[in-house]
């Protein structure tokens, strides 16, 4: 173990990429890249061809990283998505000055409870502001997007377009560190599940409503979350379009409304939000695979 920053965090880049993870320079002390962005591009060197983005510049060759290292107490930035890794990233409420707002831990476990799966174990490492972060691998079947808020609140994933800070780093005085002994493990199928992007050819046909006795508050609440989602403030967006899909679950599960109807609503909803397309069939499917299987349960359907 050094003491010398610079060198520590050399270390730590060139024991990711021992790993087959590729890395990238990060501001120091920070979780920018440190790499210039498409609008500062000066189509030289690496850019010569283009402009290539930290994703594309991420290596795990040792000397290209010796040299990079070399000139700044870079931090160093994982690129998830060409290491092969899934991580999921468990936050901390930012302002929390009344104490009551769950972090990540706390809903990503009452998810797996939920969904009556184990807390996964695998490779840990805490992030500076004393959140953390799950790594697996992913499954190579499927290019993963990154996702915000999907599993559960505070619960982000990153994969292909994303990037994690690595162990050894340092960020507002804080390092990244990794927690346990635990060894990486493969992303388990039933968060697989709930991360792979519906294709647009899966997609069902629409179908007809269920039957003909609706009873009005059913209508009342697909007006009312409809609403909630499309008039959502940014930053609250992909949030409230989850709660909705939950709270409309319910009549998926009691067959007042189809899948359909209810998922049609909520794209529709969420698009006019300012939401991606991408982003809207990610969260819905989310939220009503956890809310009807939640709800199925709770009304002994499953028995
Ligand atoms: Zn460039």
Same mark, same amino acid.
């Given at each position: 173990? $050094?003491?010398?920053?610079?060198? @520590?965090?050399?270390?730590?880049?060139?024991?990711?990429?021992?790993?087959?993870? #590729?890395?990238?320079?990060?501001?120091?002390?920070?979780?920018?890249?440190?790499?210039?962005?498409?609008?500062?591009?000066?189509?030289?060197?690496?850019?010569?061809?283009?402009?290539?983005?930290?994703?594309?510049?991420?290596?795990?060759?040792?000397?290209?990283?010796?040299?990079?290292?070399?000139?700044?107490?870079?931090?160093?930035?994982?690129?998830?998505?060409?290491?092969?890794?899934?991580?999921?990233?468990?936050?901390?409420?930012?302002?929390?000055? +009344?104490?009551?707002?769950?972090?990540?831990?706390?809903?990503?476990?009452?998810?797996?409870?939920?969904?009556?799966?184990?807390? #996964?174990?695998?490779? =840990?490492?805490?992030?500076?502001?004393?959140?953390?972060?799950?790594?697996? !691998?992913? #499954?190579?079947?499927?290019?993963?997007?990154?996702?915000?808020?999907? &599993?559960?609140?505070?619960?982000?994933?990153?994969?292909?377009?994303?990037?994690?800070?690595?162990?050894? +780093? &340092?960020?507002?005085? +804080?390092?990244?560190?990794?927690?346990?002994?635990?060894?990486?493990?493969? /992303?388990?199928?039933?968060?697989? =599940? &709930?991360?792979? #992007?519906?294709?647009?050819? %899966?997609?069902?046909?629409?179908?007809?409503?269920?039957?003909?006795?609706?009873?009005?508050?059913?209508? @009342?609440?697909?007006?009312?979350?409809?609403?909630?989602?499309?008039?959502?403030?940014?930053?609250?967006?992909? *949030?409230? /379009?989850?709660?909705?899909?939950?709270?409309?679950?319910?009549?998926? *599960?009691?067959?007042? /409304? =189809?899948?359909?109807?209810?998922? %049609?609503?909520?794209?529709?909803?969420?698009?006019?939000?300012?939401?991606?397309? @991408?982003?809207?069939?990610? !969260?819905?499917?989310?939220? /009503? %695979?956890?809310?009807? $299987?939640?709800?199925?349960?709770?009304?002994?359907?499953?028995?």
């Amino acid at each position: 173990m $050094t003491h010398d920053p610079q060198t @520590a965090l050399l270390s730590a880049a060139l024991a990711a990429a021992a790993r087959g993870w #590729p890395v990238f320079p990060l501001r120091p002390g920070t979780k920018r890249p440190a790499l210039h962005g498409e609008t500062a591009c000066p189509r030289t060197g690496p850019c010569s061809d283009g402009h290539r983005k930290w994703e594309q510049r991420a290596t795990t060759d040792p000397d290209r990283i010796r040299a990079a290292w070399s000139r700044a107490p870079f931090n160093v930035g994982i690129a998830t998505g060409p290491s092969g890794l899934l991580v999921v990233d468990l936050d901390v409420p930012k302002d929390n000055s +009344s104490g009551d707002a769950p972090g990540g831990a706390t809903t990503f476990r009452a998810l797996c409870e939920r969904t009556g799966q184990a807390v #996964p174990h695998t490779r =840990t490492v805490r992030t500076a502001s004393g959140g953390q972060h799950l790594y697996f !691998t992913a #499954p190579a079947a499927v290019r993963l997007p990154n996702t915000a808020g999907t &599993l559960a609140p505070r619960v982000d994933t990153r994969a292909w377009g994303g990037y994690v800070v690595a162990a050894g +780093s &340092l960020v507002d005085g +804080s390092r990244y560190e990794t927690v346990g002994p635990a060894l990486l493990r493969p /992303l388990p199928g039933w968060l697989k =599940t &709930l991360l792979v #992007p519906p294709h647009p050819i %899966n997609r069902p046909p629409v179908a007809a409503p269920a039957s003909g006795r609706r009873r009005p508050y059913v209508d @009342a609440a697909l007006a009312r979350e409809t609403a909630a989602v499309t008039t959502a403030r940014e930053g609250r967006r992909n *949030a409230t /379009l989850l709660r909705a899909g939950r709270a409309l679950g319910r009549f998926v *599960a009691s067959g007042d /409304l =189809t899948r359909t109807e209810v998922e %049609n609503a909520l794209q529709g909803a969420g698009e006019a939000a300012g939401l991606t397309v @991408a982003e809207c069939r990610a !969260t819905i499917r989310s939220a /009503l %695979n956890w809310s009807i $299987t939640h709800n199925a349960a709770r009304r002994g359907v499953a028995a």
